[in-house]
Protein backbone atom coordinates (compact mmCIF):
# COMPACT_ATOMS: atom_id res chain seq x y z
CA UNK A 1 0.00 0.00 0.00
CA UNK A 2 1.32 3.09 -1.00
CA UNK A 3 -1.28 5.28 0.61
CA UNK A 4 0.73 7.26 3.24
CA UNK A 5 -1.37 10.43 3.64
CA UNK A 6 -3.66 11.50 6.41
CA UNK A 7 -6.28 14.05 5.34
CA UNK A 8 -6.48 16.66 8.02
CA UNK A 9 -9.99 16.88 9.40
CA UNK A 10 -9.55 20.87 9.73
CA UNK A 11 -11.32 22.37 6.41
CA UNK A 12 -8.98 25.39 7.01
CA UNK A 13 -5.68 23.17 5.76
CA UNK A 14 -6.97 22.69 2.69
CA UNK A 15 -6.04 25.11 -0.40
CA UNK A 16 -8.84 24.33 -1.90
CA UNK A 17 -12.38 23.52 -1.80
CA UNK A 18 -14.93 22.44 -4.86
CA UNK A 19 -18.79 22.55 -4.35
CA UNK A 20 -20.97 19.41 -5.36
CA UNK A 21 -24.91 19.08 -5.16
CA UNK A 22 -25.41 15.11 -4.51
CA UNK A 23 -27.57 13.54 -7.22
CA UNK A 24 -30.92 11.45 -6.73
CA UNK A 25 -29.37 9.44 -9.01
CA UNK A 26 -26.37 9.16 -6.94
CA UNK A 27 -28.36 7.71 -3.72
CA UNK A 28 -29.43 4.26 -2.90
CA UNK A 29 -31.99 2.21 -1.28
CA UNK A 30 -30.61 2.96 2.05
CA UNK A 31 -31.94 6.55 1.06
CA UNK A 32 -28.18 7.79 1.23
CA UNK A 33 -25.53 8.58 -1.28
CA UNK A 34 -24.12 5.21 -2.35
CA UNK A 35 -20.57 4.74 -1.43
CA UNK A 36 -19.51 4.24 -5.06
CA UNK A 37 -20.58 7.73 -6.07
CA UNK A 38 -17.49 9.36 -3.83
CA UNK A 39 -14.65 8.10 -6.21
CA UNK A 40 -16.69 10.69 -9.16
CA UNK A 41 -16.86 13.54 -6.40
CA UNK A 42 -13.14 13.10 -5.56
CA UNK A 43 -12.43 13.70 -9.21
CA UNK A 44 -14.34 16.09 -9.92
CA UNK A 45 -12.88 17.67 -7.44
CA UNK A 46 -9.56 17.05 -8.35
CA UNK A 47 -10.66 18.37 -11.54
CA UNK A 48 -11.42 21.67 -10.22
CA UNK A 49 -8.59 22.03 -8.11
CA UNK A 50 -6.26 21.63 -11.76
CA UNK A 51 -8.67 23.99 -13.46
CA UNK A 52 -7.83 25.99 -10.32
CA UNK A 53 -4.05 26.14 -10.04
CA UNK A 54 -4.06 26.98 -14.21
CA UNK A 55 -3.20 23.04 -15.09
CA UNK A 56 -6.77 21.90 -16.68
CA UNK A 57 -6.51 18.59 -17.05
CA UNK A 58 -7.72 18.78 -21.02
CA UNK A 59 -4.85 20.79 -21.44
CA UNK A 60 -2.65 17.53 -19.09
CA UNK A 61 -4.23 15.13 -21.79
CA UNK A 62 -3.98 17.12 -25.15
CA UNK A 63 -1.15 19.22 -25.06
CA UNK A 64 1.25 17.24 -22.57
CA UNK A 65 -0.01 13.99 -23.73
CA UNK A 66 -0.39 12.60 -20.61
CA UNK A 67 -3.01 10.54 -18.43
CA UNK A 68 -3.18 10.98 -14.52
CA UNK A 69 -3.56 7.03 -13.57
CA UNK A 70 -5.06 6.16 -10.61
CA UNK A 71 -2.93 3.69 -8.58
CA UNK A 72 -5.08 3.51 -5.17
CA UNK A 73 -7.92 4.81 -3.70
CA UNK A 74 -9.51 5.07 -0.22
CA UNK A 75 -12.45 6.53 1.32
CA UNK A 76 -13.51 6.69 5.00
CA UNK A 77 -17.11 7.50 5.45
CA UNK A 78 -18.22 9.12 8.53
CA UNK A 79 -21.88 10.64 8.23
CA UNK A 80 -24.12 9.62 4.98
CA UNK A 81 -24.57 12.40 2.75
CA UNK A 82 -28.29 12.63 1.12
CA UNK A 83 -29.72 13.57 -2.07
CA UNK A 84 -29.59 17.36 -2.47
CA UNK A 85 -26.53 18.19 0.09
CA UNK A 86 -24.73 20.18 -1.17
CA UNK A 87 -21.12 18.86 -0.29
CA UNK A 88 -17.63 21.02 -0.19
CA UNK A 89 -14.74 18.82 -1.61
CA UNK A 90 -11.65 19.78 -0.11
CA UNK A 91 -8.11 19.07 -2.09
CA UNK A 92 -4.53 19.30 -1.07
CA UNK A 93 -1.54 17.73 -2.30
CA UNK A 94 0.30 15.08 -0.48
CA UNK A 95 3.08 13.18 -0.82
CA UNK A 96 4.93 13.53 -4.45
CA UNK A 97 7.69 11.28 -5.60
CA UNK A 98 9.08 11.32 -8.97
CA UNK A 99 6.64 8.72 -10.40
CA UNK A 100 3.62 9.46 -8.31
CA UNK A 101 1.69 11.98 -5.82
CA UNK A 102 -1.18 11.50 -3.34
CA UNK A 103 -4.26 13.99 -2.86
CA UNK A 104 -5.40 13.98 0.08
CA UNK A 105 -9.75 14.90 0.87
CA UNK A 106 -12.25 16.12 2.99
CA UNK A 107 -15.94 16.26 2.45
CA UNK A 108 -18.06 18.84 4.76
CA UNK A 109 -21.41 20.02 4.26
CA UNK A 110 -22.31 23.03 5.64
CA UNK A 111 -18.66 22.72 7.58
CA UNK A 112 -19.31 19.31 8.90
CA UNK A 113 -16.88 16.54 7.96
CA UNK A 114 -18.88 13.62 6.32
CA UNK A 115 -15.75 11.74 4.55
CA UNK A 116 -12.19 11.73 3.94
CA UNK A 117 -10.19 10.37 1.13
CA UNK A 118 -6.60 9.94 -0.54
CA UNK A 119 -6.16 8.80 -3.93
CA UNK A 120 -2.53 7.82 -5.44
CA UNK A 121 -1.88 9.28 -8.95
CA UNK A 122 0.59 8.16 -11.53
CA UNK A 123 1.35 9.37 -15.25
CA UNK A 124 1.11 7.39 -18.36
CA UNK A 125 1.74 9.32 -22.08
CA UNK A 126 -0.06 8.37 -25.00
CA UNK A 127 0.06 4.66 -25.67
CA UNK A 128 0.05 3.74 -21.92
CA UNK A 129 3.55 3.67 -21.03
CA UNK A 130 4.08 4.92 -17.28
CA UNK A 131 6.08 8.33 -17.31
CA UNK A 132 7.27 10.88 -14.90
CA UNK A 133 5.33 13.03 -13.53
CA UNK A 134 5.76 16.91 -14.94
CA UNK A 135 7.50 19.30 -12.30
CA UNK A 136 4.55 21.73 -11.23
CA UNK A 137 2.90 19.46 -9.56
CA UNK A 138 5.89 19.62 -6.87
CA UNK A 139 5.27 23.27 -6.42
CA UNK A 140 1.19 22.79 -6.37
CA UNK A 141 -0.51 24.94 -3.75
CA UNK A 142 -0.99 22.54 -0.97
CA UNK A 143 2.02 20.47 -0.96
CA UNK A 144 2.71 20.25 2.79
CA UNK B 1 -37.96 11.34 -34.44
CA UNK B 2 -36.73 7.49 -35.47
CA UNK B 3 -37.82 5.45 -33.27
CA UNK B 4 -40.30 3.26 -35.26
CA UNK B 5 -40.49 -0.10 -33.51
CA UNK B 6 -43.18 -1.21 -30.46
CA UNK B 7 -41.25 -3.72 -28.45
CA UNK B 8 -43.70 -6.85 -28.62
CA UNK B 9 -44.75 -7.80 -25.20
CA UNK B 10 -44.48 -11.31 -25.63
CA UNK B 11 -41.20 -12.96 -24.09
CA UNK B 12 -41.80 -15.55 -26.82
CA UNK B 13 -41.59 -12.84 -29.37
CA UNK B 14 -37.98 -12.54 -28.98
CA UNK B 15 -34.92 -14.45 -29.98
CA UNK B 16 -32.57 -14.02 -27.44
CA UNK B 17 -32.80 -13.01 -23.54
CA UNK B 18 -30.05 -12.39 -21.41
CA UNK B 19 -30.02 -12.43 -17.11
CA UNK B 20 -28.87 -9.36 -15.23
CA UNK B 21 -28.93 -9.24 -11.31
CA UNK B 22 -29.96 -6.14 -10.09
CA UNK B 23 -26.63 -4.33 -7.97
CA UNK B 24 -27.24 -2.67 -4.66
CA UNK B 25 -25.25 0.06 -6.54
CA UNK B 26 -27.95 0.39 -9.29
CA UNK B 27 -31.16 1.14 -6.51
CA UNK B 28 -32.33 4.65 -6.10
CA UNK B 29 -33.42 6.28 -2.36
CA UNK B 30 -37.00 5.30 -3.45
CA UNK B 31 -36.03 1.85 -2.71
CA UNK B 32 -35.96 0.41 -6.70
CA UNK B 33 -33.86 0.63 -9.02
CA UNK B 34 -32.67 4.29 -10.49
CA UNK B 35 -34.18 4.82 -14.17
CA UNK B 36 -30.77 5.30 -16.06
CA UNK B 37 -29.69 2.23 -14.61
CA UNK B 38 -31.64 0.44 -16.95
CA UNK B 39 -29.85 1.58 -20.03
CA UNK B 40 -26.58 -0.11 -19.34
CA UNK B 41 -28.98 -3.53 -18.93
CA UNK B 42 -29.86 -2.69 -22.38
CA UNK B 43 -26.68 -2.47 -23.38
CA UNK B 44 -25.23 -5.64 -21.76
CA UNK B 45 -28.23 -7.59 -23.46
CA UNK B 46 -27.14 -6.28 -26.70
CA UNK B 47 -23.52 -7.27 -26.00
CA UNK B 48 -24.38 -10.86 -25.27
CA UNK B 49 -27.03 -11.05 -27.91
CA UNK B 50 -24.01 -9.95 -30.49
CA UNK B 51 -22.02 -12.64 -29.01
CA UNK B 52 -24.71 -15.11 -29.05
CA UNK B 53 -24.93 -14.39 -32.67
CA UNK B 54 -20.80 -14.70 -32.96
CA UNK B 55 -20.68 -11.29 -33.82
CA UNK B 56 -19.08 -10.05 -30.34
CA UNK B 57 -18.58 -6.56 -29.81
CA UNK B 58 -15.08 -6.63 -29.07
CA UNK B 59 -14.49 -7.89 -32.82
CA UNK B 60 -16.56 -5.42 -34.06
CA UNK B 61 -14.16 -2.66 -33.02
CA UNK B 62 -11.16 -4.43 -33.12
CA UNK B 63 -11.08 -6.17 -36.24
CA UNK B 64 -13.79 -4.60 -38.56
CA UNK B 65 -12.45 -1.03 -36.83
CA UNK B 66 -16.16 0.54 -36.17
CA UNK B 67 -18.50 1.44 -33.48
CA UNK B 68 -22.02 1.07 -33.00
CA UNK B 69 -23.41 4.18 -31.59
CA UNK B 70 -26.60 5.54 -29.91
CA UNK B 71 -28.96 8.08 -32.14
CA UNK B 72 -31.79 7.41 -29.46
CA UNK B 73 -33.15 5.41 -27.00
CA UNK B 74 -36.13 5.06 -25.19
CA UNK B 75 -37.40 3.75 -22.45
CA UNK B 76 -40.77 2.92 -20.75
CA UNK B 77 -41.05 1.77 -17.03
CA UNK B 78 -43.94 -0.08 -16.43
CA UNK B 79 -43.15 -1.84 -12.48
CA UNK B 80 -40.23 -0.94 -11.27
CA UNK B 81 -37.28 -3.12 -10.62
CA UNK B 82 -35.75 -4.04 -7.21
CA UNK B 83 -32.50 -4.56 -5.53
CA UNK B 84 -31.52 -8.52 -5.94
CA UNK B 85 -33.93 -9.32 -9.34
CA UNK B 86 -32.86 -11.46 -12.09
CA UNK B 87 -33.89 -9.25 -14.95
CA UNK B 88 -34.03 -11.21 -18.37
CA UNK B 89 -33.49 -8.59 -21.14
CA UNK B 90 -35.73 -9.85 -24.20
CA UNK B 91 -33.79 -8.62 -27.32
CA UNK B 92 -34.85 -8.41 -31.05
CA UNK B 93 -32.98 -6.61 -34.30
CA UNK B 94 -36.38 -4.28 -35.17
CA UNK B 95 -35.99 -1.84 -38.69
CA UNK B 96 -32.72 -2.26 -40.55
CA UNK B 97 -31.90 0.92 -43.17
CA UNK B 98 -28.25 1.52 -44.65
CA UNK B 99 -27.28 3.45 -42.15
CA UNK B 100 -29.67 2.77 -39.02
CA UNK B 101 -31.19 -0.33 -37.05
CA UNK B 102 -32.69 -0.48 -34.18
CA UNK B 103 -33.02 -2.93 -31.37
CA UNK B 104 -36.77 -3.80 -29.51
CA UNK B 105 -36.24 -4.88 -25.52
CA UNK B 106 -38.52 -6.52 -23.07
CA UNK B 107 -36.95 -6.79 -19.54
CA UNK B 108 -39.13 -9.27 -17.28
CA UNK B 109 -38.82 -10.94 -13.77
CA UNK B 110 -40.10 -14.14 -12.94
CA UNK B 111 -41.58 -14.05 -16.71
CA UNK B 112 -43.79 -10.64 -15.58
CA UNK B 113 -42.97 -7.50 -17.70
CA UNK B 114 -41.48 -4.29 -15.99
CA UNK B 115 -39.91 -2.36 -18.57
CA UNK B 116 -39.88 -2.13 -22.57
CA UNK B 117 -37.12 -0.13 -24.48
CA UNK B 118 -36.11 0.63 -28.12
CA UNK B 119 -32.57 2.30 -28.60
CA UNK B 120 -31.68 2.93 -32.40
CA UNK B 121 -28.14 2.80 -33.85
CA UNK B 122 -25.33 3.56 -36.61
CA UNK B 123 -22.02 3.34 -37.02
CA UNK B 124 -19.12 4.93 -37.16
CA UNK B 125 -15.35 4.24 -38.13
CA UNK B 126 -12.00 4.67 -36.01
CA UNK B 127 -12.04 8.63 -37.04
CA UNK B 128 -15.67 8.66 -35.81
CA UNK B 129 -16.73 9.36 -38.96
CA UNK B 130 -20.28 7.41 -39.74
CA UNK B 131 -20.24 4.69 -42.11
CA UNK B 132 -22.50 2.04 -43.45
CA UNK B 133 -24.23 -0.91 -41.50
CA UNK B 134 -22.21 -3.95 -42.47
CA UNK B 135 -24.44 -6.49 -44.32
CA UNK B 136 -24.55 -9.30 -41.19
CA UNK B 137 -26.85 -6.88 -39.52
CA UNK B 138 -29.76 -7.41 -42.22
CA UNK B 139 -29.57 -10.88 -41.56
CA UNK B 140 -29.41 -11.05 -37.57
CA UNK B 141 -32.04 -13.56 -36.08
CA UNK B 142 -34.79 -11.74 -35.15
CA UNK B 143 -34.77 -9.13 -37.58
CA UNK B 144 -38.50 -8.49 -37.81
CA UNK C 1 -46.16 5.45 -25.65
CA UNK C 2 -47.55 8.28 -24.19
CA UNK C 3 -44.42 10.30 -24.52
CA UNK C 4 -46.16 13.35 -26.68
CA UNK C 5 -43.54 16.60 -27.05
CA UNK C 6 -41.40 17.46 -29.30
CA UNK C 7 -38.56 19.49 -27.58
CA UNK C 8 -37.83 22.88 -29.38
CA UNK C 9 -34.61 23.30 -30.87
CA UNK C 10 -34.49 26.82 -29.78
CA UNK C 11 -32.97 27.67 -26.61
CA UNK C 12 -34.97 30.87 -26.03
CA UNK C 13 -37.79 28.66 -26.19
CA UNK C 14 -37.37 27.38 -22.72
CA UNK C 15 -37.64 29.06 -19.53
CA UNK C 16 -34.65 27.58 -17.53
CA UNK C 17 -31.52 26.16 -18.23
CA UNK C 18 -28.84 24.71 -15.88
CA UNK C 19 -25.02 23.96 -16.48
CA UNK C 20 -24.02 20.50 -16.02
CA UNK C 21 -19.66 20.52 -16.31
CA UNK C 22 -18.94 16.59 -17.76
CA UNK C 23 -17.33 14.38 -15.28
CA UNK C 24 -14.20 12.09 -16.33
CA UNK C 25 -16.21 8.71 -15.19
CA UNK C 26 -19.32 10.07 -17.23
CA UNK C 27 -16.87 9.68 -20.69
CA UNK C 28 -16.65 5.73 -22.10
CA UNK C 29 -14.01 4.18 -24.13
CA UNK C 30 -15.22 5.94 -26.90
CA UNK C 31 -13.71 8.98 -26.00
CA UNK C 32 -17.38 10.55 -25.29
CA UNK C 33 -20.03 10.68 -22.68
CA UNK C 34 -21.85 7.49 -22.72
CA UNK C 35 -25.34 7.27 -23.71
CA UNK C 36 -26.81 6.55 -20.28
CA UNK C 37 -24.71 9.12 -18.37
CA UNK C 38 -27.51 11.68 -19.83
CA UNK C 39 -30.27 10.69 -18.04
CA UNK C 40 -28.63 11.76 -14.73
CA UNK C 41 -28.07 15.45 -16.67
CA UNK C 42 -31.84 15.76 -17.31
CA UNK C 43 -32.87 14.40 -13.33
CA UNK C 44 -30.17 17.14 -12.32
CA UNK C 45 -31.41 19.67 -14.59
CA UNK C 46 -35.07 18.94 -13.61
CA UNK C 47 -34.40 18.75 -9.62
CA UNK C 48 -32.75 22.40 -10.81
CA UNK C 49 -35.53 23.83 -12.10
CA UNK C 50 -38.10 23.13 -9.66
CA UNK C 51 -36.06 24.45 -7.05
CA UNK C 52 -35.68 27.79 -9.46
CA UNK C 53 -39.46 27.63 -9.04
CA UNK C 54 -39.75 27.49 -5.61
CA UNK C 55 -40.31 23.84 -5.45
CA UNK C 56 -37.32 22.09 -4.61
CA UNK C 57 -37.26 18.46 -4.75
CA UNK C 58 -36.66 17.53 -0.75
CA UNK C 59 -39.75 19.29 0.28
CA UNK C 60 -42.34 17.91 -2.79
CA UNK C 61 -40.51 14.66 -0.85
CA UNK C 62 -40.81 15.58 2.58
CA UNK C 63 -43.37 18.16 3.41
CA UNK C 64 -46.38 16.40 0.70
CA UNK C 65 -44.88 13.28 1.08
CA UNK C 66 -44.99 12.67 -2.86
CA UNK C 67 -42.27 11.29 -5.42
CA UNK C 68 -42.15 12.11 -8.93
CA UNK C 69 -41.74 8.51 -10.81
CA UNK C 70 -40.54 8.34 -13.94
CA UNK C 71 -42.84 6.88 -16.74
CA UNK C 72 -40.79 7.26 -19.94
CA UNK C 73 -37.72 8.74 -20.75
CA UNK C 74 -36.29 9.39 -24.26
CA UNK C 75 -32.93 10.40 -25.19
CA UNK C 76 -31.80 11.89 -29.22
CA UNK C 77 -28.03 12.30 -29.12
CA UNK C 78 -26.74 14.22 -31.84
CA UNK C 79 -23.38 15.62 -31.23
CA UNK C 80 -21.48 13.56 -28.61
CA UNK C 81 -20.07 15.67 -25.59
CA UNK C 82 -17.07 15.10 -24.49
CA UNK C 83 -15.01 15.40 -21.11
CA UNK C 84 -14.96 18.86 -19.18
CA UNK C 85 -17.10 20.17 -21.79
CA UNK C 86 -19.79 22.70 -20.21
CA UNK C 87 -23.69 21.54 -21.24
CA UNK C 88 -26.49 23.69 -20.90
CA UNK C 89 -29.29 21.67 -19.79
CA UNK C 90 -32.65 23.50 -21.16
CA UNK C 91 -36.03 22.63 -19.51
CA UNK C 92 -39.81 22.96 -20.31
CA UNK C 93 -43.12 22.04 -19.20
CA UNK C 94 -45.20 20.19 -22.00
CA UNK C 95 -48.25 18.12 -21.64
CA UNK C 96 -49.87 17.87 -18.01
CA UNK C 97 -52.78 15.56 -17.80
CA UNK C 98 -54.14 14.83 -14.28
CA UNK C 99 -52.16 12.08 -13.65
CA UNK C 100 -48.82 12.86 -15.62
CA UNK C 101 -46.80 15.48 -16.70
CA UNK C 102 -44.04 15.85 -19.06
CA UNK C 103 -40.60 18.05 -19.40
CA UNK C 104 -39.05 18.57 -22.72
CA UNK C 105 -34.89 19.18 -22.75
CA UNK C 106 -32.46 20.51 -24.98
CA UNK C 107 -28.78 19.93 -24.46
CA UNK C 108 -26.10 22.58 -25.50
CA UNK C 109 -22.47 23.25 -25.67
CA UNK C 110 -21.77 27.32 -26.49
CA UNK C 111 -24.75 27.46 -27.62
CA UNK C 112 -24.87 24.52 -30.24
CA UNK C 113 -27.24 21.75 -29.90
CA UNK C 114 -26.25 18.35 -28.88
CA UNK C 115 -29.03 16.26 -27.80
CA UNK C 116 -32.60 16.46 -27.09
CA UNK C 117 -35.27 14.48 -24.28
CA UNK C 118 -38.50 13.90 -23.12
CA UNK C 119 -39.18 12.89 -19.71
CA UNK C 120 -42.86 11.44 -18.70
CA UNK C 121 -43.34 11.33 -15.19
CA UNK C 122 -46.35 10.19 -12.43
CA UNK C 123 -46.67 10.97 -8.84
CA UNK C 124 -46.90 8.18 -6.20
CA UNK C 125 -47.59 9.15 -2.31
CA UNK C 126 -45.04 7.34 0.15
CA UNK C 127 -46.81 3.51 0.08
CA UNK C 128 -45.22 3.96 -3.64
CA UNK C 129 -48.98 4.24 -4.31
CA UNK C 130 -50.07 6.48 -7.62
CA UNK C 131 -51.99 9.59 -6.61
CA UNK C 132 -52.94 13.56 -8.45
CA UNK C 133 -50.32 14.91 -9.44
CA UNK C 134 -50.01 18.92 -7.70
CA UNK C 135 -52.15 22.08 -8.70
CA UNK C 136 -48.63 23.68 -8.89
CA UNK C 137 -47.53 22.15 -11.93
CA UNK C 138 -50.37 23.23 -14.32
CA UNK C 139 -49.30 26.57 -14.30
CA UNK C 140 -45.63 26.21 -13.79
CA UNK C 141 -43.67 28.31 -15.67
CA UNK C 142 -42.34 27.04 -19.14
CA UNK C 143 -46.10 24.91 -19.89
CA UNK C 144 -46.93 25.35 -23.17
CA UNK D 1 -7.68 4.19 9.36
CA UNK D 2 -9.22 0.78 10.16
CA UNK D 3 -8.28 -0.97 7.32
CA UNK D 4 -6.43 -3.49 8.90
CA UNK D 5 -5.70 -6.56 6.53
CA UNK D 6 -4.05 -7.23 3.12
CA UNK D 7 -5.61 -9.17 0.40
CA UNK D 8 -3.74 -11.89 -0.76
CA UNK D 9 -2.55 -12.04 -3.77
CA UNK D 10 -2.99 -16.23 -4.27
CA UNK D 11 -6.49 -16.50 -5.54
CA UNK D 12 -6.56 -19.89 -3.48
CA UNK D 13 -6.15 -18.07 -0.24
CA UNK D 14 -9.71 -17.34 -1.18
CA UNK D 15 -12.76 -19.50 -0.15
CA UNK D 16 -15.20 -17.89 -2.74
CA UNK D 17 -15.20 -16.11 -6.55
CA UNK D 18 -17.53 -14.48 -8.76
CA UNK D 19 -17.39 -13.86 -12.07
CA UNK D 20 -18.81 -10.16 -13.16
CA UNK D 21 -18.18 -9.34 -16.92
CA UNK D 22 -16.92 -5.43 -17.63
CA UNK D 23 -19.77 -3.54 -19.05
CA UNK D 24 -19.00 -0.86 -22.19
CA UNK D 25 -20.42 1.95 -19.77
CA UNK D 26 -18.36 0.97 -17.28
CA UNK D 27 -15.28 2.18 -19.12
CA UNK D 28 -13.84 5.58 -19.53
CA UNK D 29 -12.02 8.13 -22.55
CA UNK D 30 -8.35 6.26 -21.38
CA UNK D 31 -10.02 2.48 -22.94
CA UNK D 32 -10.72 1.55 -19.69
CA UNK D 33 -12.67 0.43 -17.00
CA UNK D 34 -13.35 3.63 -14.59
CA UNK D 35 -11.51 3.21 -11.46
CA UNK D 36 -14.89 4.03 -9.04
CA UNK D 37 -16.68 0.77 -11.04
CA UNK D 38 -14.55 -0.97 -8.90
CA UNK D 39 -16.28 -0.83 -6.05
CA UNK D 40 -19.65 -2.40 -7.56
CA UNK D 41 -17.86 -4.97 -8.45
CA UNK D 42 -16.61 -5.74 -4.94
CA UNK D 43 -20.19 -5.17 -3.43
CA UNK D 44 -21.71 -7.83 -6.21
CA UNK D 45 -19.11 -10.11 -5.10
CA UNK D 46 -19.93 -9.81 -1.52
CA UNK D 47 -23.39 -9.85 -2.11
CA UNK D 48 -22.82 -13.08 -4.32
CA UNK D 49 -20.59 -14.13 -1.37
CA UNK D 50 -23.60 -13.95 1.50
CA UNK D 51 -25.74 -15.39 -0.93
CA UNK D 52 -23.09 -18.48 -1.41
CA UNK D 53 -22.86 -19.26 2.58
CA UNK D 54 -26.93 -18.61 2.79
CA UNK D 55 -27.04 -15.24 4.03
CA UNK D 56 -28.56 -14.00 1.53
CA UNK D 57 -28.76 -9.86 1.06
CA UNK D 58 -32.37 -9.23 1.05
CA UNK D 59 -32.63 -11.58 3.89
CA UNK D 60 -30.34 -9.79 6.02
CA UNK D 61 -32.32 -6.43 5.54
CA UNK D 62 -35.99 -7.54 5.32
CA UNK D 63 -36.04 -10.32 8.01
CA UNK D 64 -33.26 -9.42 10.27
CA UNK D 65 -33.72 -5.77 9.73
CA UNK D 66 -30.15 -4.37 9.30
CA UNK D 67 -28.35 -3.12 6.92
CA UNK D 68 -24.60 -3.52 6.42
CA UNK D 69 -22.64 0.17 6.03
CA UNK D 70 -19.48 0.47 4.29
CA UNK D 71 -17.04 2.36 7.00
CA UNK D 72 -14.04 2.50 4.87
CA UNK D 73 -13.40 0.63 1.26
CA UNK D 74 -9.81 0.69 -0.21
CA UNK D 75 -8.62 -0.53 -4.14
CA UNK D 76 -5.03 -0.93 -5.38
CA UNK D 77 -5.26 -0.94 -9.38
CA UNK D 78 -2.86 -2.75 -10.74
CA UNK D 79 -3.24 -4.02 -13.90
CA UNK D 80 -6.66 -2.03 -16.20
CA UNK D 81 -9.29 -3.79 -16.79
CA UNK D 82 -10.86 -3.75 -20.47
CA UNK D 83 -14.15 -4.09 -21.69
CA UNK D 84 -16.01 -7.48 -22.51
CA UNK D 85 -12.69 -8.85 -19.54
CA UNK D 86 -14.14 -11.87 -17.34
CA UNK D 87 -13.32 -10.56 -14.34
CA UNK D 88 -13.28 -13.36 -11.19
CA UNK D 89 -13.53 -11.27 -7.91
CA UNK D 90 -12.65 -13.07 -5.14
CA UNK D 91 -13.87 -12.82 -1.52
CA UNK D 92 -12.33 -13.32 2.38
CA UNK D 93 -13.78 -12.27 5.75
CA UNK D 94 -10.80 -10.66 6.82
CA UNK D 95 -10.83 -8.83 10.86
CA UNK D 96 -14.37 -9.53 12.39
CA UNK D 97 -14.58 -7.13 15.59
CA UNK D 98 -17.93 -6.95 17.54
CA UNK D 99 -18.85 -4.35 15.66
CA UNK D 100 -17.47 -3.98 11.89
CA UNK D 101 -16.14 -6.79 9.94
CA UNK D 102 -13.42 -6.37 7.03
CA UNK D 103 -13.68 -8.29 3.38
CA UNK D 104 -10.39 -8.50 1.17
CA UNK D 105 -10.79 -9.05 -2.68
CA UNK D 106 -8.53 -9.95 -5.07
CA UNK D 107 -9.52 -9.77 -8.77
CA UNK D 108 -8.05 -11.38 -11.52
CA UNK D 109 -8.67 -12.08 -15.47
CA UNK D 110 -7.71 -15.48 -16.84
CA UNK D 111 -5.93 -16.04 -13.28
CA UNK D 112 -3.65 -13.33 -13.62
CA UNK D 113 -3.88 -10.05 -11.24
CA UNK D 114 -5.88 -7.05 -12.02
CA UNK D 115 -6.43 -5.28 -8.46
CA UNK D 116 -7.01 -5.77 -4.87
CA UNK D 117 -9.03 -4.33 -2.46
CA UNK D 118 -10.56 -4.02 1.10
CA UNK D 119 -14.01 -2.90 2.13
CA UNK D 120 -14.63 -2.05 6.20
CA UNK D 121 -18.30 -2.79 7.21
CA UNK D 122 -20.62 -1.76 10.05
CA UNK D 123 -24.18 -2.65 10.89
CA UNK D 124 -26.80 -0.41 11.45
CA UNK D 125 -30.54 -1.00 11.58
CA UNK D 126 -33.90 0.07 9.86
CA UNK D 127 -33.94 3.59 12.27
CA UNK D 128 -30.38 4.34 10.83
CA UNK D 129 -28.49 3.30 14.72
CA UNK D 130 -25.59 1.18 14.86
CA UNK D 131 -26.02 -2.58 15.78
CA UNK D 132 -23.87 -5.60 17.26
CA UNK D 133 -23.35 -7.79 14.03
CA UNK D 134 -24.76 -10.69 13.59
CA UNK D 135 -22.73 -13.95 15.23
CA UNK D 136 -22.72 -16.12 12.41
CA UNK D 137 -20.03 -13.25 10.62
CA UNK D 138 -17.51 -14.00 12.87
CA UNK D 139 -17.84 -17.96 11.87
CA UNK D 140 -18.33 -17.31 7.83
CA UNK D 141 -16.07 -19.00 5.65
CA UNK D 142 -12.55 -17.50 4.90
CA UNK D 143 -12.31 -15.83 8.08
CA UNK D 144 -9.07 -16.12 8.53
Known sequence: MRLAITPPT???????AHPIRVRFAETDAMGI??????????????????RHID????????EDGIDFTVIEAFVRYEVPLRFDDVVDVHVLVGKVTRATFQLGYLLTVDGERRATGVTVHGCVDATGRPGRLPAWIEVAPGVG
Chains 1, 2, 3, 4 share one sequence.
Request: proline share 12%; no cysteine; charged share 25%.
Open 10 to 16: DPTAYPF
Open 33 to 50: VHHAAYLPYLEEARVAYL
Open 55 to 62: RPYTRIRD
